[in-house]
């Protein structure tokens, strides 16, 4: 494969990421009000209710995480090819592309879980708030953080290689600083569902978790197809000229 199709294919995929989860996304607004872990009975109700919502979200997490894998990976690809001495920065930004992918994949096996008790009756209410407190950082502070990582370095990384126009490694850099700024949700208190700035606040949660990245990786997929030049080795074809 050219390394014009493979920067044109992580494009395209990672829209196709974007558009499942604007898919997702309207799924968690009807699930109706949170429960607070002070009401582990309810939890155990809430889950059950919602149990057909929470695992279709999971089965189309599954496609999400799928299509962001190889976005990573055709971008890596377009960074080294552009720049071979950027390779390090490249595999960097893989290698925390794969770890959000990972904490993302035990995030939501662990919310797969609370299903799964929620439905063995006798339920287990205890259980099941253990398991939901697990996922706020998860989903919350610490992904958040990965996040931020991922995409100061594709910024960079993008921009240093000259793979990238200038401007995108400012859209990464605003993107990673929005995510950063909810990262010490973790002094915030105890966790409330239905607050902004807290461990499972609305802010971290649903807000900064979705959307910077969302909006880097529209930028950076649409960036990547409109490639029109298959000399994405530019700096090593000066280098070395025939």
Known sequence: MSDLKVSHRAGMIGLASIVVFLVEFPFYLVRGPFPTMAEPARLADYAARNSTNIMTCLLLDLAILGCFMIFTAGLRHVIQQADP?????????FGVGLVYVTLTLVAD??????VIDALSRPADPIIIRAMMESMYLMYGSVALFLMALLMSVAGYAGVASRALPAWSGWTAYACAAACLAFVPTVYAGGPDPTGFYNPA???PLAIAAGFPLTIWMSVTSVLLIRKRSTSLMNVTAGANPV
């Open 109 to 114: 096996s662990l919310q797969a879980a609370t």
């Open 201 to 203: 606040g609305y802010g």
């Open 85 to 93: 001495k950027q390779e390090w920065l490249g595999t960097l930004f």
